[in-house]
Nanobody, 118 residues
Framework: VQLQASGGGLAQAGGSLRLSCAAS????????MGWYRQAPGEQRELVATITSGGTTNYADSVADRFTISRDNRRNTVYLEMESLKPEDTAVYYC?????????????WGQGTQVTVSS
């Protein structure tokens, strides 16, 4: 499985960005897809996940500002980011995995940089 992320860039505080991540290859359609981020000197952290049925989970820090969605026909996950803050600056990674089966189905994209200026 290959994950290709796009859509990062530079935004001002209060602005918006949209990330996309397309999965290809030997995809299991019930995969959970999600976004994680890693700021310099910090550990990678969960941003949001979404199941194939549309159930979502968000980090508390983004729950009222970010929206995750997916298009199962296109095997693509999106992250709409609004009201961006400088602390949202990080490399954002998409992930596709199966709950309880990450030992054999757990894939990461290459990361896309998001920089929010104050």
């Amino acid at each position: 499985v290959q994950l290709q992320a796009s859509g990062g860039g530079l935004a001002q505080a209060g602005g918006s960005l949209r990330l996309s991540c397309a999965a290809s290859g030997s995809i299991i359609t019930r995969q959970i897809m999600g976004w994680y981020r890693q700021a310099p000197g910090e550990q990678r952290e969960l941003v949001a996940t979404i199941t194939s049925g549309g159930t979502t989970n968000y980090a508390d820090s983004v729950a009222d500002r970010f929206t995750i969605s997916r298009d199962n026909r296109r095997n693509t996950v999106y992250l709409e980011m609004e009201s961006l803050k400088p602390e949202d600056t990080a490399v954002y990674y998409c992930r596709a995995y199966l709950s309880g089966s990450t030992n054999y189905y757990n894939y990461w994209g290459q990361g896309t940089q998001v920089t929010v200026s104050s």
